[in-house]
Structure formats: C-alpha cells, structure tokens
C-alpha cells in the first residue's frame, strides 16, 4: 500500500518523546516501511531548512507550503491511504477527496479545544461525511465526540516503544535509584497539597516534583518544606530517567499528564497515584490507586502503605503486563492498518491453482 502522513510537526523526532502526534507517525511509519508499504510524510519545514529526504525507507516532504505539496502529491501518486492529523490538513479533505476520489482518509482527532469555532465546527461536519476513519486515542473524547457532535470515531490508544538511549543516572541530580518519589503536577496549589502529606512521614527521601515552567513555586514554599526538589527545565530524557528509576509516582493534576509518562512508569513496573479523571483510568487501568485531589487523609493512607514498600522494591507486574499488552505499538499498527484498507480489497486466494500434494 501506499500510505501518506500529514499534519505533524517534525519528522524524526528528536528524543524520547517528542509531541505526541510525532511520536505516532514516526512509529507508525517505520512499522509500516519495515512491512514493506510505501510511506510518504509531509510536514512543514523549520524556517528555510529542509529535512532529510529518506529515513529508514519512508520518504519525507519537507517544505514551507505542506498543503499545496500534500495536494500535488496527491494528484501525481494517488496513494491508498492518507492519514491526517491536526485541524489544517482536515479543513481540506473535501478538496483532497475530489482529487484523489479512492484513497482512504483517515483522521486521527488528539483533542477538541474548549470552544469549538463556527470553522471548526464545519471541518467536523464535512469531515463526519467525507472521511472514511476518524480516530481518537482517548475513550472520554470518543463518547464526546459521538454525543456531542454525532460522530462515531474509533478507539485508537497511542503505543508506547521502550527508550532508545540509556537512562540518565539519579546520582547526577545527587539521587539514590528507588529512593526518591516523583510527582507530576502542573498547580502550586497541588503542589503544597502533596508536601504536607508527605511531611507527615518525616522522611529525609526526596519529593522530587517535575512541573512545567510556566508553574510558579515560591520560594517560601521550597524552605518550608525542605525535602521538595523542583524540576522544572528539564528535558524528556531526563523526566523519563527520573520516572523509572524512582520508588513509585504520583499524580497531582487535572488531566493534562500525557500518556506517555505513565506508561513509562508501567514499563518500569511503577507504583503509581493518580486522581480518578477518564484518561487516567483507562490508561492505568487497575494497575494504579486512585485518589481525589485535596484529599488529605487518604492520601496519607496511600503513602503509607508505598513507603512500607520502599525497601523491598515491589515492582507493579499489573502495570507492566498492561503496558505490554495492550500498549506497545506492536498491538496498535495492525488497528491502523485495519482503517487503511476500508477500501482496498482483501486478496482472494486462488485455490483452484494449488496443485494438489500426493
């Protein structure tokens, strides 16, 4: 098949990471070039600087205009499927369908802004009609799509791949592996509320909270509770570094933890809190406790019973088997080449040629 993906930012990506919508076209498409498919992806261009022209057998377009390029290549290779990401390159799938009318158009929806524009709210109703898939990575934006706006997307989790360069040592930030807990917030307010909990213990173990830079922590803050260590620049590698190689993790925001950092603690067999919110759940599954925000008291209960464990280093096998099971992309690629082939043909074998065995 020949298969075509636009809407992404960069390609390769660079780091561990990388944005999430890069992150599965680079694994999809290596996965695909590596069966044998032919694989195009078309971005935009950093400033005046094109990318490479080939990597690992997939073909990259790089350049200041990707739409007028994504539709001239379109009229030239007629590929089978094209996999769309992003609002942009969906705004145009009726122009796209009239040029190629029988390539199969799948878009994959990452989330929905908090106010969906006039503009925005045609691009879903042409898209509920001329796309032939319409994927989502998240359960709660699959019922909100299909309650809201009417459109029965598919359910298609992201995959998660192992890291491919050695993890950064905790002794380089003066850190002992498993005795150290990390917390994912992005709220001072969050923030205060984990410290005094995890000051009732009196332990000299850090909290090392990892916390976007945007996030304000004072300074009165970090001398009132002195076990705090707040890392705010730091980089993919090094978060990732961080998470699986700590004594468990917890979770203290509203919903905006990306996938990818809890299923780096579950790869790691991670003991993990987190609050109750949909994406959580279904990502986490049984393999974590769940808590309400501001919750005091069982928070205190949860890290009671994770700083028993401190010393015996328990690993999660829940969350390591549903990690590799249900989140490698080794599970998700034939999903994805499920929605591809909507309009292409299953071969039919010619059993009246086989010769008969004697």
Known sequence: MKITFVG???????????????????????????????????????????????????????????????????????????????????????????????????????????????????????????????????????????????????????????????????????????QYVVALTDSPEHIRWLAKAYRHFKTRKPLVVLTPSSTEVSGRLLKNYPFIRVIQQHGERLERSLIQQAAFVIVADTGHTPTDRLLAAMDAGKLVIAPPYPLYEEVLGVSAQFIELGDSQELIHMLEVFMRLLHTRVVNLRAMLRAHNHFTWERVVPDYLTAYRCRVAEPVALDSIVPIAR
């Open 8 to 178: 992404q930012e960069n390609f390769p990506v660079l780091g561990i990471y990388g944005h999430q919508r890069q992150g599965r076209v680079q694994a999809l498409a290596e996965s695909l070039s590596d069966s044998g498919h032919t694989v195009t992806a078309i971005f935009s261009a950093a400033k005046h600087k094109r990318a490479l022209n080939r990597y690992k057998g997939i073909r990259l377009i790089s350049r200041r205009l990707p739409l007028f390029y994504f539709l001239r290549h379109l009229w030239r290779k007629q590929p089978d499927a094209v996999h769309m990401h992003g609002w942009k390159f969906a705004g145009l799938v009726w122009l796209a369908a009239l040029i190629s009318p029988l390539t199969t158009f799948v878009w994959t929806i990452d989330d929905l802004p908090n106010h969906i524009s006039v503009l925005k709210w045609f691009i879903l109703l042409q898209a509920k009609y001329v796309c032939d898939v319409i994927t989502t990575p998240q359960r709660s934006l699959q019922y909100l799509l299909l309650h809201d706006y009417g459109i029965a997307a598919t359910y298609i989790p992201d995959g998660y791949a192992p890291a491919p360069i050695p993890l950064i040592l905790p002794r380089t930030l003066g850190l002992r592996k498993n």
